[in-house]
């Protein structure tokens, strides 16, 4: 059984992630983080495990709206253009939504761990943060960057 850990110390305390969130922060000052922001130079060498999803209130639900390289090849799937409560993986999906909807409503960052052991790759374990993003002032989409552990 695949079990996905939230907001646990070793994700919060990843050098990774502590990085990524470090350049966020000097980034955007005191507001939000926004495409203009994750386009930029800084941000380049992160956008291979980037996820950006985009709420969709007419399906409750959350667009990919960009899916990293990496990602897609260590998944084996670009979920580029898809939704996350798509009924292939039910048990990540509902950990997954809840995550980005917590980070949405809450504006405060979430931290997920798991181990991808399931999929036979070479990164095994994962540690991810997922912030909020402001698009035209208002928070409607979440940024995800995803350290992976050999």
């Known amino acids: ?3 996905i850990g939230r907001d646990l110390e070793i994700s919060i305390n990843h050098h990774a992630i502590k990085a990524f969130l470090k350049l966020c922060d000097e ?10 922001l994750i386009q930029s ?3 380049i060498s992160y956008w291979p495990t980037l996820i950006l999803n985009r709420y969709h209130e007419d399906k409750n639900d ?3 709206s960009f899916w990293g390289s990496k990602l897609s090849s260590v998944y084996g ?6 939704y996350i409560l798509r009924g292939e993986f039910k048990e990540t999906e509902n950990v997954f939504w809840s995550a980005h909807n917590d980070v949405m409503t809450s504006l405060n ?3 997920l761990n798991t181990s991808i ?3 036979d790759k070479e990164h ?3 540690n991810a943060i997922i912030i909020p993003m402001e698009r035209n002032g208002t928070i409607t989409e979440t940024i995800a960057y995803v350290a992976f552990d050999k």
Do not use: C, N, S, V
């Open 117 to 119: 052991h399931w999929l």
């Open 62 to 64: 959350f667009l990919y």
């Open 1 to 3: 059984m695949l079990e």
């Open 27 to 36: 980034a955007r000052g005191k507001g939000h983080m926004t495409i203009d």
């Open 41 to 43: 130079r800084p941000f």
């Open 109 to 111: 960052p979430a931290y």
């Open 124 to 126: 095994q374990t994962f």
């Open 77 to 82: 799937m670009d979920l580029t253009g898809k």
